[in-house]
Nanobody, 124 residues
């Protein structure tokens, strides 16, 4: 079993930055592909970014590419999402999720382990 806890959300003005963290406990963190998803009010949950077990491969949704950076520190059992140039349309609950499968599979399915989510609000 894996427990995931997000932190770092908040309210930030358009054009600002936030760094989200996802702390893992339980199963060995380094065996998991890790991802970020988000869900805005009234919308379906969408993929944001993913990172391979070793952190050597990353994947981004078109909306995140060039503005967000996913990275991980396996020694600290923690994954991060650095978000720059934030826009009102980035407002959502951001959740981290992990899975033992390869990134290309995890991105197209539903990851196994989920955190509770953290709210990011960018006023319009």
């Amino acid at each position: 079993q894996v427990q995931l806890v997000e932190s770092g959300g908040g309210l930030v003005q358009a054009g600002g930055s936030l760094r989200l963290s996802c702390a893992a406990s339980g199963r060995s963190f380094s065996t998991l592909t890790m991802t970020w998803f988000r869900q805005a009010p009234g919308k379906e949950r969408e993929f944001v970014a993913a990172i391979s077990r070793k952190g050597d491969s990353t994947y981004y949704a078109a909306s995140a590419k060039g503005r967000f950076t996913i990275f991980r520190d396996n020694a600290k059992n923690t994954m991060y999402l650095q978000m720059n140039s934030l826009r009102p349309e980035d407002t959502a609950v951001y959740s981290c999720a992990g899975d033992s499968r390869e990134p290309v599979v995890v991105i197209s399915t539903t990851p196994t382990y989920w955190g509770q989510g953290t709210q990011v609000t960018v006023p319009g």
